[in-house]
């Protein structure tokens, strides 16, 4: 049960950063186009402003996909020269510290959101761009990789505990062993 719910979220995932990734090719060639058109003595203008929103969204849609493909970067100097029921523990302990990472960072996200929306905030910039258009799907890709977080914690701290510790490889282990694996 738990490999199906992963593996589904992984699938959800790749969905997701394939959308974030459109838009973020979206937004190169916008910015693209906007140099090009700077050479002639015109321009879109405000394409800075709209890249740093696209990248602060990127940024935080991106976590959670990279967290199912064990892209996070790790340092495994005792954790590799351990057995693997040692391993999970190591890799639920790392993520039970990244879930409540995350969700410190989500949690701290709202109030930032919740002004901007209450008091109507704008970029000082020419583009005036209300601020609650950028942070709410900003603080939504960071609750989204919050609840990942923890799912994916609870999901193989289940397979431990139902005595299938070598399960939790694929799932929470380090990509570096992954590679050996298979």
């Not at 937004?27 to 140099?35: L, Q, S, T």
Request: charged share 15%.
């Amino acid at each position: 049960m738990e490999l199906l719910l992963i593996d589904r979220l992984r699938r959800l995932n790749r969905a997701i950063a394939l959308l974030v990734g459109l838009g973020l090719l979206g937004m190169a060639a916008f910015v693209v186009i906007d140099i090009g058109l700077r050479q002639v003595h015109a321009s879109f203008g405000g394409s800075e402003e709209l890249a740093g929103y696209a990248m602060a969204l990127v940024s935080s849609w991106g976590m959670a996909y990279t967290l199912l493909e064990l892209g996070h970067i790790r340092i495994d100097l005792l954790r590799s020269r351990c057995g693997s029921l040692a391993r999970a523990f190591f890799d639920v302990f790392s993520m039970a510290v990244m879930s409540g990472v995350v969700l410190t960072i989500a949690i701290k996200c709202w109030p930032v959101v919740e002004r901007a929306i209450t008091n109507g905030s704008r970029a000082n910039t020419p583009l005036a761009t209300p601020l609650a258009w950028v942070q709410v799907p900003w603080f939504a890709g960071w609750v989204w990789f919050a609840l990942m977080s923890c799912i994916v914690t609870l999901a193989a701290l289940s397979l431990i505990l139902r005595g299938r510790a070598a399960e939790t490889e694929p799932v929470i282990g380090a990509f570096a062993e992954q590679d050996g694996l298979q």
